[in-house]
């Protein structure tokens, strides 16, 4: 098993390149092809979220086991109303985080955490085919 974990101060703009590099460089050799990418888009979507609506820093932890990865946001913004996915309205570029989320990850949630909340996601292996294995 696979872990990182990283501190995200306070609205820091270089959190989300930062986290996406450190999710690519955990996953360099986990699961089929484009999986890399999605928990990359996916953790930066949270990332995102911790950082523009909460007015604290928060805590990245990605887990890698042997057939899931697991992704955590967790905020220290107290206890709001819990986060939740909404259609993106036409021609805006904002709301859009969570509809990824739940419609990209095998599961996902919020839970209560300390002060705040954790937003998380998970991806399962795809097996890998048996002619990408062998040109591997």
Do not use: I, Y
Not at 37 to 49: D, G, I, K, P, Y
Not at 54 to 67: K, N, S, W
Not at 86 to 95: I, L, M, V
């Amino acid at each position: 098993m696979s872990q990182l974990s990283r501190r995200l101060g306070r609205a820091d703009v270089r959190a989300v390149p930062e986290a996406r590099r450190a999710v690519r460089e955990l996953l360099r050799h986990w699961g089929g092809p484009g999986q890399s990418e999605v928990a990359e888009l996916l953790t930066s979507e949270l990332v995102t979220n911790a950082l523009v609506h909460t007015d604290e820093g928060a805590v990245l932890t990605a887990t890698v086991g042997p057939r899931a990865l697991r992704v955590e946001v967790q905020d220290f913004a107290g206890r709001g109303r819990p986060p939740r996915p909404r259609a993106p309205q036409e021609g805006s570029t904002n709301g859009r985080g969570l509809f990824l989320v739940e419609s990209l990850a095998d599961d996902w949630g919020v839970r209560p955490c300390g002060a705040g909340k954790s937003v998380w996601f998970e991806l399962g292996v795809e097996p890998v085919a048996e002619a990408d294995a062998e040109a591997a």
